[in-house]
């Protein structure tokens, strides 16, 4: 599996992005993290290959909407409402077997995107 994020930037507080990851591959659970220097990756949100199940960390809860189209080989990261802690490096990640739990752990992800950094100014 191969992933290509994309999609941050610089916004303002109380803003709107979106991030986009290309999956090559067919990857069960499909996941979001995200780091700041000196900070551990810390999971953002996940969902399984269906889109039927979805996780958030509770800080995004309401804000993030994570999603997939398995037609186009693409998950998504809508974030609204942005707060300046949400700035740091977002990851997309995949899990190859078909397994829900422990879903953010970073050790239970097989593939990993190079991230995209986004700021957030107040």
């Known amino acids: 599996v191969q992933l290509q994020a994309s999609g941050g930037g610089l916004v303002q507080a109380g803003g709107s992005l979106r991030l986009s990851c290309e999956v090559s591959?067919?990857?069960?659970?499909m996941g979001w993290f995200r780091q700041t220097p000196g900070k551990e990756r810390e999971f953002v949100a996940a969902?399984?290959?269906?889109?039927?199940?979805?996780y958030y960390a509770e800080p995004v809860k309401g804000r993030f909407t994570i999603s997939r189209d398995n037609a186009e080989s693409m998950v998504y990261l809508e974030m609204k409402n942005l707060k300046g802690d949400d700035t740091a490096v977002y990851y997309c990640?995949?899990?190859?077997?078909?397994?829900?739990?422990?879903?953010?752990?970073?050790?239970?992800?097989?593939?990993w995107g190079q991230g995209t950094l986004v700021t957030v100014s107040s």
């Open positions: 990640a995949a899990r190859s077997w078909a397994y829900d739990g422990f879903y953010y752990n970073t050790q239970r992800y097989d593939a």
């Open positions: 591959g067919r990857p069960y659970i």
């Open positions: 969902i399984n290959f269906s889109g039927g199940s979805t």
